[in-house]
């Protein structure tokens, strides 16, 4: 059975980083998509940054050029890089896994295709 457990939030002045790590304590198969999600008081939870299997990513256009995700496959490890941090990135964020029979290749951040999620960790941005 595949946990995740996220870590490495928050609160930080805008314009600060903050790196989000998420643990599978499960193992997480190199097959898999991975995702890192979002979700801000009232508001969906929306995708920010995704990684599949072949390591190719999509970034939100909120996010383009300041966030970076990446994996680690052998520790079964994601990550993603926050820099330039803005009041409106304050969140609770969430890592995901989209679990897969075969290689995962998409690139979609459509939260009803991931199947597995952590409880979250807790973004603050301030002005």
């Known amino acids: 059975q595949v946990r995740l457990a996220e870590s490495g939030g928050g609160s930080v002045q805008a314009g600060g980083s903050l790196r989000l790590s998420c643990v599978s304590s499960g193992g997480t198969a190199s097959r898999y998509c991975l995702g890192w999600f979002r979700q801000a008081p009232g508001k969906e939870r929306e995708g920010v940054a995704i990684?599949?299997?072949?390591?190719?990513?999509q970034v939100a256009d909120s996010v383009k050029g300041r966030f970076t995700i990446s994996r680690d496959n052998a520790k079964s490890e994601l990550y993603l890089q926050m820099n330039s941090l803005k009041p409106e990135d304050t969140a609770m964020y969430y890592c995901?896994?989209?679990?897969?029979?075969?290689?995962?290749?998409?690139?979609?951040?459509?939260?009803?295709?991931?199947?597995?999620w952590g409880q979250g960790t807790q973004v603050t941005v301030s002005s």
């Open positions: 995901a896994v989209r679990r897969t029979l075969h290689s995962c290749s998409s690139t979609s951040m459509e939260t009803g295709q991931y199947n597995v």
């Open positions: 990684i599949n299997a072949g390591g190719n990513t």
